[in-house]
């Protein structure tokens, strides 16, 4: 069974521009969530999505959204770049719903802003 | 509010030495404790999670790790490291509302001797 797939897996953007990065889910898998990993702030939770819906939401500017689409794919949307931004996202899926399930990570897109 | 707290940044075993990963949590319910370990350029494997029951949890590549409800512990050990065990390990808890997410830790990154 293929894994938690990311694309891309690495991108050099500007400050200002905007980003895309794609996941796709374990088959089967109807929840997934993102990560973002920096030195500094480590790992913290970015959103949450099942079903196409956002059930929860990190303590992000709403220049970070996301979407989940009717195949459970994610992609996630960074508007108006900052050098801070510069971070490994890391998405991940999960097949139970509302129990502690198992988390199956991606290997992650990193983003670099110049 | 949950946090996970990884007092050692690095460590630094001989191979053949036994390891003791360090983790203390903090949540208001019965927590759900995950160990995951990510090897450079990787995204985060599952090594073993304690969600009740016995408080001895097996994992694989020969972890365990030993839930302390009285001390909020849950460490990670392993009784002969291998080369190979070298990387990256966070330790996080589960906060399991209707939706789901993890709260890591800092990590500790394990550094292997000869």
């Known amino acids: 069974k293929a894994g938690v797939t990311q694309t891309p897996r690495y991108l050099i953007k500007t400050r200002g521009q905007q980003v895309t990065l794609s996941c796709s889910p374990i088959s089967g898998h109807r929840s997934v969530s993102w990560y973002q990993q920096t030195p500094g702030q480590g790992l913290q939770f970015l959103f949450e999505y099942f079903s196409e819906t956002q059930r929860n939401k990190g303590n992000f500017p709403g220049r970070f959204s996301g979407r989940q689409f009717s195949n459970s794919r994610s992609e996630m949307n960074v508007s108006t770049l900052e050098l801070g931004d510069s971070a490994l996202y890391l998405c991940a899926s999960s097949l139970e719903v509302g129990a502690a399930g198992e988390l199956f990570f991606g290997e992650g897109s990193r983003l670099t802003v110049l | 509010a949950q946090s996970v707290t990884q007092p050692d940044i690095h460590i630094t075993v001989s191979e053949g030495a036994s390891l003791e990963l360090r983790c203390n949590y903090s949540y208001g319910a019965t927590p759900y404790l995950f160990w995951y370990v990510q090897s450079p350029g990787q995204g985060l494997q599952l090594l073993l999670k304690y969600f009740s029951g016995d408080t001895l949890v097996q994992g694989i590549k020969g972890f365990e790790a030993e839930f302390k409800r009285s001390q909020s512990s849950f460490n990670l050990r392993k009784p002969s490291v291998h080369w190979s065990d070298a990387a990256e390990y966070f330790c996080?808890?589960?906060?399991?509302?209707?939706?789901?997410?993890?709260?890591f830790g800092t990590g500790t990154r394990l550094l292997v001797s000869p």
């Open positions: 996080a808890v589960g906060v399991i509302q209707g939706f789901q997410k993890l709260v």
